[in-house]
């Protein structure tokens, strides 16, 4: 069982930047891909980030490439995101994940939050314009 928990969220303006944190319990936070999906009203649910369990490949959605940045660190079982020259059309609740690392798992499953097995309870995020 992993437990998440976020943090960092907030009211931003427009160009501003936040960051993102998500503390895991468990012994075995390696042994786990992290992703970042947020939600806006409305919407279903879009994955953001994700990084491999030592750290050394990362992924991102086109819409966020270039401003946000996922990393994590093991030894303090965190993950974060940090968010840069954010829009009004990031406005959303971010959630953090955990995808148990198979190797048989296809690329395509790191994109899609069916494929994750633990989430946290999510943090808004409101960029003002």
């Not at 936070?29 to 491999?52: D, L, T």
């Not at 959605?61 to 966020?64: E, F, I, K, R």
């Not at 609740?93 to 690329?107: E, G």
């Given at each position: 069982q992993v437990q998440l928990v976020e943090s960092g969220g907030g009211l931003v303006q427009a160009g501003g930047s936040l960051r993102l944190s998500c503390?895991?319990?468990?012994?075995?936070?390696?042994?786990?891909?992290?992703?970042?999906?947020?939600?806006?009203?409305?919407?279903?649910?879009?994955?953001?980030?994700?990084?491999?369990?030592?750290?050394?490949?990362?992924y991102y959605?086109?819409?966020?490439k270039g401003r946000f940045t996922i990393s994590r660190d093991n030894a303090k079982n965190t993950v974060y995101l940090q968010m840069n020259s954010l829009t009004p059309?990031?406005?959303?609740?971010?959630?953090?994940?955990?995808?148990?690392?198979?190797?048989?798992?296809?690329?395509?499953?790191?994109?899609?939050?069916?494929h994750y097995?633990?989430?946290g309870q999510g943090t808004q995020v409101t960029v003002s314009s």
């Open positions: 503390a895991a319990s468990g012994r075995t936070f390696s042994s786990y891909a992290m992703g970042w999906f947020r939600q806006a009203p409305g919407k279903e649910r879009e994955f953001v980030a994700r990084i491999s369990g030592t750290g050394g490949r990362t959605a086109d819409s966020v059309e990031d406005t959303a609740v971010y959630y953090c994940s955990a995808q148990l690392i198979r190797t048989y798992y296809s690329i395509t499953y790191y994109y899609d939050p069916r097995d633990y989430w």
